[in-house]
């Protein structure tokens, strides 16, 4: 009982916050900051332990690459969210196609470097959990990422109804 009580209230913490990221997101890049992302990470987390069932030890193992693979991430989406406002400019300057090959260059080299994040954390925390945890991570963060998704088309479906 204690639990559905803790999960409906991480839900309902998760729930306003969500409202506040949307109004509250980086421009161009998706990212979540203040209270509101934090708290999403922090229940993320939560819900990772108890579906993971990790002990303590395999849990301060699996955090710390999970948090440097996110930080790492983080820092790549910064880049391309830069180089998507170079392909702005560009588009708004009538760029040469030259200009436009130097940006996209720069875009591929991010996408590989993408994959070859992922791919060194996927072998990383392969090293801290059984094939069963593993998989249960992969759809727990396909899953997570879906829902969270359709609860911000909500909230901005319910904004657009107030404001007609």
Known sequence: MKSIRF???????????????VAQRVPGAGQMRGQAG????????IRLMEILSLDEQ???RFFARYNKHQ????????????????????RRSGA??????KVLSDLRALQNQTHEAREKYMNEISEVL???????????????????????REIQKEREDRLK
């Open 7 to 21: 999960i409906a209230l991480m839900l309902a913490t998760v729930l306003v916050g969500v409202g506040y990221l």
């Open 38 to 45: 934090e708290r999403v990470e922090q229940f993320k987390k």
């Open 58 to 60: 395999s849990s301060i």
């Open 71 to 90: 930080e790492s991430m983080r820092d790549i989406r910064m880049k391309q969210a830069g180089l998507f406002q170079q392909i702005q400019a560009l």
């Open 96 to 101: 040469t196609d030259a200009e436009y090959d």
């Open 130 to 152: 059984s094939k069963k945890q593993l998989a249960e991570y992969i759809v727990f963060e396909v899953r997570f990422e879906l829902n969270l998704r359709e609860i911000l």
